[in-house]
């Protein structure tokens, strides 16, 4: 339905507050009192209405839409007739100075005040309580049964969204205020209920089907449990941003998302040290290498936000890098961006790019990281990410790169994959070869930082995605093993510590980042199921189907001969990893590539276990070189 026009909304108000003067001077007239004392009752009576009407317009009481109406328009109302009264009052003491009369008797002046305002709010109360009951789409068989968790303006602002919200979704029921402190008051007409047993008895008490979660004073572990005990009960549960969070508080009620597996699993925001940062690449040079990952892409928009003067985006994979770059033109930055198609295993490519550019800063991201892929092409993973990186690393200190940041992955840590024994060989000759860069000290020399984490929620490839895929498609969930657990952290995260852990390095340090507790897979795909309103291995079944090649039961961050060292920040610390000789183990690398090119795999691979002699093998074809 339309909403009226303002000129038909003031019609009305002036209607409302004529009607009142007219009921003043019958009440009036009943009980033997003049109302009108003037000569000229039709005169003082347009007068008045005149005043009422101009103070109208100056508080424009009738621009909001009364279906909608708020304690803010009978503020409006209140204020409008307190000045009308009060202006009625002077002109009555000025007439009566000049012409020994009044115009209203002051009593009844008083009391038509009140009668207008009560009319005025009454009329918007009675129209916006018809609309939410017969014109508001809402059918109340369809409507979810809900509970709010919280009491606080944050709650009180969602359940008021979801009043005023057509077509409706929600039937509210009440709030929980965690501390029991208001149980026996009452917001929006809707009780506080007294949280003396569990959610999901409180909630089944009650006939309740949903919960929204609107506490954001909640630890990570409170929520998760009343997560965990309502999907238990197939009860769903809802989440909504924080008040400061909204574009637009017109849209609360759309930005009321089901939980997902993210909600759960993300921590506390990390605070950065912005000044360090953009210390490190305000005005300078970017270049991202990978830029068009899930990784890359997410350091691409967050190194956006400190100013670069250039952005050079890497990447072999055409399709992505092109959607990457009209997502940063939509951004409208000041910062030149430029594209370039290249694979980092074409060193020639690179050097084109080095010296075309002049990188200040490289972000490396780029690398091959599925582990069963590389166990099946050991040649590919030497050459992506062992060549790839040795390219990059040489030319950034033939080009006096100021800070190179190479991305690595726990899985290098005592890899039992060639994926992750790629990756350590990576590790070691970028740290190696900064410490023999460090000995030249007549010229700025390149500071060579690592960064290590584990699996990164929602990239490409991970084990999200892939849950998600096969619960749209009716199941079953794949699980390798089920006691398999892994470390998660988001993709924002993630790519925060990263940017963090380069402005700090000195060079030379691999940064091992706080990953938080370890989450079992199969809690982890059982969580989902019910996420998604099924019951694990009833609607989706959950199937293992074994270890993959290179597959570990678990991660680590730390070799068995490293300790860690704290930094100034606390996710951050430094793995203490013995470093060895530069020019020892570029002859290795150099030897390991040439391999790569002329001979099988298990020569390729017997070559990475000399070099990283942690590297054991697990579930794979190369387990018979660890024998030898």
Known sequence: ?????????LLLDTFTVAFSGVLTYLLFNGVKLAYIQAANELVAFVVYIGIAVFFFWVFKTYSGIIRHSSYIDALKLFFAQSATLMVMVLLNF??????????????GLFINAVLSFSFLFFYRVIVKQSFEKFFSGKEKKDLTRAIIYGSDANAIAVANALK??????FKLLGFIDKNNQNTTKRI????????NRKVPVLMRFIKADALIIADKSLSKEERSTIVDDCLEFNLKVYTIPLVTDWDDQKEISKNIKSFEIHDLLERKPIVLDTKAISNQLFEKTVLITGAAGSIGSEIVRQVLEFNPQKIILLD????PLHSLSLEIASKDKDVIVRNIVADIRNVEMLERVFKSYQPQVVYHAAAYKHVPLMEENPAQAIFTNVMGTKNLADLSKKYKVEHFVMISTDKAVNPSSVMGASKRIAEMYVQSLHFKNAENKSSRQTKFITTRFGNVLGSNGSVVPLFTKQIQEGG????????IIRYFMTIPEACQLVLEAGAMGKGGEIFIFDMGKPVKIIDLAKKMIR???????KEIKIAIVGLRPGEKLYEELL?????????HHDKIMIAEEICKDFNLLADEVEDLIILSHLKPNTQIVSKMKKIVPEFKSMNSVFQELDTK
């Open 1 to 9: 339905m339309g909403y009226l026009p303002r000129w038909i909304v």
């Open 188 to 195: 929006l007409d809707l009780p506080i209920l007294n949280l």
């Open 531 to 537: 996420l998604a309103g099924y019951t694990p291995d």
């Open 94 to 107: 000025v007439y009566l100075l000049t012409d020994g009369d009044k115009l209203f008797l002051t009593t």
């Open 476 to 483: 079953p969930i794949t699980i390798t093993h089920p006691e």
């Open 164 to 169: 005023s919200e057509v077509p409706g979704r």
């Open 559 to 567: 070799n068995n001969s490293a300790k860690n060292l704290p930094t």
């Open 316 to 319: 072999q994979a055409e399709t």
